[in-house]
C-alpha cells in the first residue's frame, strides 16, 4: 500500500512520512503542530487542488491507542457530512509505517486568535461564531458523537466567514463508551475547558450535557478573557475541573463588562450538576441566540468615552441597549452633576421617559467606547402593546419609578439647602442672618423656587424665619 519514496529522517518541518504510492502530492509546507500529529499543506496533483494533510507523529506509531485515536478521527469525522465540520478526503494508515488522512485546507484564524487580538471584532461576532459551532456539535450528537474537547483553538474562523469546529481526535461514539463504573486511568480532553465527569475519567457518564459544558466553557472565554478552569499549569486546572466550580462571569472579568443575561446562560451551562445544565445543545443555543439576534437587530451607534448618550431634561424618543463598552448616569444637584450609577454591557437605559411621557431624568454619558442598540419610541411601544395588561403594568411601575425617584431628589435637595444654611450660620458666627440674601444664594445653587426653599427651612429643626432674618434656636 505504502511505496512513495522512502522514510526519511524526521525533522518536524517537511513531510518525511511514506504515503500510498498511488498518491501524487507535493508538499507545500507543515501549518501547524500538536502533541499528536502534525497537518501540512500539500497539493493533490490528480485533482489540482490543494488539502490538509493530517499525519501521525512518528513516535507514536508504535502505541495502539494513539494510532487507533488517529483512525477513530478520520473515520468519525468523514461520517459527519456538516458545513461547520471539515471534510476527509482520504484515510491512508499502515501500522508499520505511517498513517495519514487528507481533508478539507481550512484558511483563517482560530477563534482564540481572533480574541487574543486587541481590536477582535467583539462580543456579538464571536456570539455569531459560537451559534454555528452549536450547530455542529447538535448535528454530531444527531449522529451519536461526542466532540469532547471544545474550546476556542478547535474552532476555524474564516476570511469569508466559514466556521469550523475542528480536532476531533477524541471524540467518542456514544454507543462505544463503557458502561460499567470504573474510572479511567488518565482524563483525555483539555483540562480548563473539561467537565468535571470528563476530568474524573467517568466515561460512563459522558453524554451530551459533556459536550454542553464545553459549550459554555468557549462562552466563558468570550465574556471573560480566560478559560472557565484557568490555572497556570494544566495539572492545576485540572485540579480545578475535579471540583467543577467555576467563578461567574461577570466577577472573573474584572473591568471587562459583563452582561447579566449571558452570564446567567454562561453559568447555566458550566454547572457542575450535568443534570443542573442544559440538557441538549439546542437549548443552550436557543438561550443564546435569543439574546444575539435579539440585539443584532437593533440600529446601532457608538460613542467615545465623555459623550452623551442622552441629556438629562430631554424628551424620551428611544431606549438603549449597552452591547459593549460602559456607561455613567448622572443628575445636576445644585448646578453640579453627581454620579447616579454605572451601567455596562447589557442592561437597558432611556425606558422610563419613553413609557412615561416625561422628560428625561438624568444624564448618560459613555465611559468607554461603547456602542448601544437603539430601540426606538415605535419599537418599544408595539412591543409593550402586544396584551394591554403588560401595557398597563410597565407604564405603572415606569410612573411610580418617577414618582419616588422624584421624590428622593426633593429630599436630597431640602437636605442640601439645610446644610448650605446651617454653614451660612457658622461661618458668620452668629445665629442669625439676614434671610434675602441667603434666600437668593440658596435658590440659586439647589435649582429649586424661592417658596420650596422657604418651606424647607421652615420645616427643619431649629431653624425660624423672623423679620426678615434666618434664626438658628438649637
Not at 512513495?4 to 504510492?21: A, E, M, N, V, Y
Not at 478559560?227 to 471587562?256: F, N, Y
Not at 452633576?337 to 438624568?362: C, D, H, I, K, Y
Not at 450660620?425 to 434675602?436: D, E, I, Q
Request: hydrophobic share 40%.
Amino acid at each position: 500500500m505504502f511505496g512513495f519514496g522512502k522514510k526519511r529522517d524526521d525533522d518536524g518541518k517537511s513531510l518525511t512520512q511514506p504515503l500510498p504510492k498511488d498518491w501524487e502530492v507535493v508538499d507545500l509546507g507543515l501549518l501547524g503542530s500538536g502533541g499528536m500529529a502534525r497537518v501540512y499543506r500539500i497539493r493533490d496533483e490528480v485533482l489540482g487542488r490543494e488539502v490538509a494533510l493530517k499525519v501521525l507523529r512518528p513516535e507514536l506509531m508504535k502505541i495502539d491507542e494513539a494510532l487507533d485515536g488517529f483512525v477513530n478521527e478520520a473515520r468519525i469525522t468523514a461520517q459527519l457530512d456538516h458545513p461547520n465540520i471539515p471534510a476527509v478526503y482520504a484515510l491512508a494508515s499502515d501500522r508499520k509505517r505511517s498513517s495519514v488522512f487528507t481533508m478539507k485546507m481550512l484558511e483563517g484564524q482560530t477563534l482564540q486568535q481572533q480574541l487574543e487580538e486587541k481590536d477582535h471584532p467583539g462580543v456579538l461576532a464571536a456570539l455569531e461564531v459560537l451559534l454555528r459551532v452549536c450547530d455542529a456539535v447538535a448535528f454530531a450528537h444527531s449522529k451519536g458523537v461526542l466532540h469532547l474537547d471544545l474550546k476556542p483553538s478547535n474552532i476555524i474562523v474564516g476570511s469569508f466567514g466559514q466556521i469550523y469546529l475542528c480536532d476531533w481526535g477524541i471524540a467518542r461514539r456514544k454507543a462505544e463508551l463503557p458502561t460499567d463504573a470504573t474510572p479511567a486511568t488518565h482524563s483525555q480532553g483539555t483540562p480548563s475547558y473539561m467537565a468535571p465527569e470528563q476530568a474524573r475519567g467517568e466515561l460512563w457518564k459522558l453524554d451530551e450535557r459533556t459536550d454542553v459544558f464545553g459549550l459554555g466553557g468557549v462562552l466563558y472565554r468570550i465574556l471573560t478573557g480566560r478559560a472557565p478552569h484557568g490555572s497556570a499549569t494544566a495539572e492545576q486546572a485540572h485540579e480545578k475541573a475535579l471540583v467543577g466550580v467555576v467563578t461567574p462571569p461577570d466577577l472573573a472579568a474584572g473591568k471587562r463588562p459583563v452582561p447579566r443575561r449571558l452570564s446567567v446562560i454562561c453559568m447555566k451551562a458550566l454547572s457542575p450538576d450535568p443534570a443542573q445544565r442544559y440538557q441538549t445543545v439546542e437549548a443552550f443555543q436557543h438561550d443564546l441566540e435569543r439574546y444575539a439576534h435579539g440585539l443584532s437587530q437593533l440600529p446601532m451607534r457608538s460613542f467615545k468615552p465623555g459623550e452623551a448618550i442622552v441629556s438629562e431634561g430631554e424628551p424620551g424618543d428611544a431606549a438603549y441597549v449597552i452591547v459593549s463598552g460602559s456607561c455613567v448616569a448622572t443628575r445636576l444637584f445644585g448646578g453640579q452633576p453627581q454620579e447616579l450609577r454605572r451601567l455596562n454591557a447589557g442592561e437597558l437605559f432611556g425606558e422610563a421617559a419613553v413609557f412615561t411621557g416625561q422628560p428625561r431624568s438624568a444624564t448618560v454619558s459613555a465611559v468607554t467606547d461603547t456602542v448601544v442598540g437603539i430601540v426606538d419610541q415605535a419599537a418599544l411601544r408595539e412591543e409593550m402593546d402586544r396584551t394591554s395588561f403588560m401595557s398597563l403594568a410597565i407604564r405603572t411601575v415606569a410612573s411610580t419609578f418617577l414618582d419616588l425617584d422624584r421624590q428622593l431628589l426633593h429630599q436630597r435637595q431640602q437636605s442640601q439647602v439645610v446644610e448650605q444654611a446651617l454653614r451660612q450660620l457658622v461661618s458668620t458666627g452668629s445665629r442669625t442672618v439676614p434671610w434675602k440674601p441667603l434666600l437668593a444664594t440658596l435658590t440659586q445653587s439647589s435649582g429649586a423656587s424661592e417658596e420650596e426653599v422657604s418651606t424647607w427651612i421652615r420645616g427643619a429643626k431649629g431653624f425660624a424665619i423672623k423679620d426678615d432674618a434666618l434664626i438658628f434656636e438649637p
